[in-house]
């Protein structure tokens, strides 16, 4: 070490900067471990303040790097789970929505859709999508919309109901309406509900018998 006009000049031993640059290389491909053992034992000069100084920022930043990668992982796994509850749940509203709406096959050319709960605009559409394309499968003539498991008819559900018997008919199948106990019936009178061409029965059973007597009436008269 010299000093000149008050600057003091510190001669750096050749391999002990190789050691630094080195250690620098490494830790720029992530190899952190290396990195600091290059230093092995620090000197007590100058240069080796600095060599220490790097050594611990080394040290720091690989901790850093590791925090940082098992905060990855961590959203990476939060991430995978997150997708299989999603995918549970859609299993478990599809299974629901089977459920909801079940398309029975009762009798040759005669489908049953028991309605259970509330009837949004979203289950609407899913169940007149469901029953036409069912209807177009098994060529059915009759259809029986049973409301035993709806508690409570609204005008918004009485307008879903008359649209899914419209869209029944447009495809050359007719619509039966079963299940229709007293409340609703005063219900659909205080709105006001027109049925149209649906045909009211109090029960699954009489609709049943009714599609079945027209059946035969059809077949007497094909004869």
């Known amino acids: 070490m010299s000093e000149d006009g008050g600057n003091r000049t510190v001669e750096i031993d050749e391999e002990r900067l190789e050691r630094v640059i080195e250690a620098v290389a490494l830790a720029s491909t992530g ?47 939060a991430k995978v789970e997150l997708e299989q509850k999603l995918e549970t749940i859609e299993k478990q509203q599809a299974a629901i929505s089977e459920l909801s709406a079940p398309i029975i096959d009762v009798w040759d050319d005669v489908l049953t859709l028991p309605l259970v709960g509330l009837i949004d605009t979203k289950r609407a559409v899913e169940m007149t999508d469901k029953l036409l394309h069912r209807i ?26 008359i649209k899914l018997a419209k869209a029944v008919q447009l495809i050359g199948c007719r619509c039966i309406l079963t299940g229709i106990g007293p409340e609703i019936a005063q219900t659909l009178v205080a709105l006001n509900v027109s049925l149209g061409d649906l045909r009211p029965m109090r029960s699954l059973r009489q609709g049943l018998k009714f599609c079945i007597s027209m059946r035969r009436v059809g077949a007497d008269k094909g004869r």
């Open 136 to 161: 177009v499968k098994e060529r059915a003539k009759w259809v029986l919309i049973d409301l035993t498991g709806v508690s409570v008819v609204d005008s918004m559900t009485a307008d879903h109901l």
């Open 31 to 77: 190899a952190f471990e290396e990195a600091t053992a290059r230093f092995g034992a620090v000197q007590q000069d100058s240069f080796g303040v600095i060599e220490e100084a790097l050594r611990v920022f080394l040290m720091e930043l690989k901790a850093a790097k590791e925090q940082s990668e098992q905060a990855v992982a961590e959203l990476r796994g």
